[in-house]
């Protein structure tokens, strides 16, 4: 299969059915530590604040670093390819996780997750914007995005258990070795698209500097305003799934088991709705104005902190669960339609790089900051609350966070269409 052939409407389908799949292996090998950090805190012995650190910057800081020269080599080769590398190496170095023998060696492990994921979606983002017209992108990428929150569903539903009735060190082997045969079959079976194939266009020019991509997209406020709401999204995101176990088992006593039967399902199902809905509903706003459709996100991301706050203050399991129902669905609704906007601003050539620069200021934003600042202040406040320290860290990060991303959201609004109408300035 070569990016010269016409794309079929099977291949297409089957392509991003695929890019999903991979996206939750993505999550899977991502996630799957949130749900063990109790049991790895108690053979280490660590505060939050360096958990925070194991899921926040251990993971992130070559991951972003590698963003941005992994797509520039995706915007003229083979991206099929370097995502079924990316798959292989990630995989690996998840179940590399399991043989460690001390707190640095996990670390460390940690950050070769996220030099393999660094590979994922920048290639994948640009694939799909040449597998699908922008009137369908935000759909497709809402598809796509499934895959977080299936991978986190799986994630929560095996690592609970394996966690609680083998141990976590197998839960990785478990998890990781799988991975390298999805490369295989996704180097195997995916084709390459063409690049402008879905909108008709032609990438005559040469890529422009990854430079000259940035300052083409400082100037368009929309995309700055976007990340930024985006990022600060992803900082609650980040936070609440990685210590939503911690509290869980910390203030209401659940065992690790029957904390991923519950959340496994809610996450993958509620998730997934929201990822889908965002993009659905962003494409059928966005026919008339696109406007419309950040302003409802940034609407429903700032209605979602008092889902959040019944979450964290009532005095139940049970209640607290049924709550966090809501945001684990209206926290998603941004992300589909984000990610296709910024494609959409640029030209062919510009297509993996923006969605690296989009991910790295979202992920330094969200990725690096959030679980680390959760940690940091959950450590800072456990001499006066103790083991609900967690509790009103997280409390204080949604309450706070989320109306400042809806500002951001907002004001992308303002510029979106005609940023929009600029975008073929570079083909």
């Known amino acids: 299969m070569t990016g010269s052939q016409p794309v079929s409407t099977a291949a297409r389908r089957y392509a991003l059915v695929m890019l999903a799949v991979v996206y939750m292996f993505n999550f899977i090998d991502r996630q ?12 280490f012995g660590v505060s939050d604040a360096w958990l925070g650190f194991l899921v926040g910057p251990a993971f992130a800081m070559f991951y972003i670093i590698l963003g941005i020269p992994i797509a520039r080599y995706a915007d003229r080769h083979n991206r099929r390819n370097l995502i079924a590398l990316a798959v292989a190496v990630w995989s ?23 030099v393999g994921e660094a590979g994922c ?20 990428m809402g598809v796509y995005s499934i895959g977080i929150s299936t991978g986190i ?17 197998e839960t990785f082997f478990i998890v990781g070795i799988p991975g390298v045969v999805l490369a295989l079959i996704f180097r195997f079976t995916v084709i390459e698209p063409k690049r402008g194939h879905a909108e008709g266009r032609t990438a005559t020019g040469d890529r422009p500097p990854w430079l000259e991509t940035m300052r083409f ?7 700055v305003h976007m990340t930024v709401a985006a990022g600060l999204s992803s900082f609650v995101g980040y936070s609440v799934i990685n210590f939503l176990p911690s509290f869980l088992v910390r203030s209401h006593g659940m065992e690790i088991a029957t904390l991923g039967f519950w959340l496994g399902p809610i996450l993958g199902i509620a998730g997934g709705l929201g990822f889908f809905l965002g993009g659905y509903i962003a494409d059928h ?12 996100i940034g609407l429903t991301v700032l209605l979602t902190a008092v889902p959040y706050a019944a979450t964290f203050l009532t005095g139940s399991w049970l209640a607290a669960i049924l709550w966090f129902i809501i945001p684990a669905c209206t926290a998603n609704v941004y992300l589909a339609p984000v990610l296709a906007q910024a494609q959409g601003l640029v030209s062919l050539r510009m ?11 979202i992920n330094v934003i969200g990725l690096l900051f959030g679980p680390q600042f959760t940690g940091i202040l959950s450590t800072m406040l456990e ?5 609900e320290a967690i509790r009103y860290s997280l409390l204080f990060v949604t309450s706070v966070f989320l109306p400042w991303a809806a500002y951001h959201y907002v004001r992308a609004g303002r510029s979106i269409d005609a940023d929009l109408a600029r975008a073929t300035e570079h083909d």
Not at 121 to 140: F, K, N, W
Not at 287 to 294: C, I, Q, V, Y
Not at 351 to 361: G, Q
Request: glycine share 8%; no cysteine.
């Open 383 to 387: 001499p006066q609350f103790g083991e």
């Open 217 to 223: 997209l400082w100037t368009r406020k929309s995309f």
């Open 121 to 140: 979606s920048p290639p994948a983002h640009s694939m799909i914007a040449d597998l699908y017209p922008p009137e369908q992108r935000a759909t497709a």
């Open 92 to 114: 690996g170095m998840t179940a590399l996780s399991g043989a460690v023998t001390n707190f640095v060696q996990l670390a460390l492990a940690r950050v070769g997750v996220g």
């Open 32 to 43: 799957i530590l949130a749900i063990l950090l109790p049991a790895i805190r108690e053979e």
């Open 153 to 169: 569903m799986l994630a929560y539903l095996l690592g609970g258990w394996v966690v609680q009735n083998v141990g976590w060190r």
């Open 351 to 361: 297509r993996a790089v923006t969605s690296a620069l989009a991910l790295l200021i």
């Open 285 to 296: 706003l966005g026919k008339d104005s696109h406007k419309r459709a950040l302003v409802f």
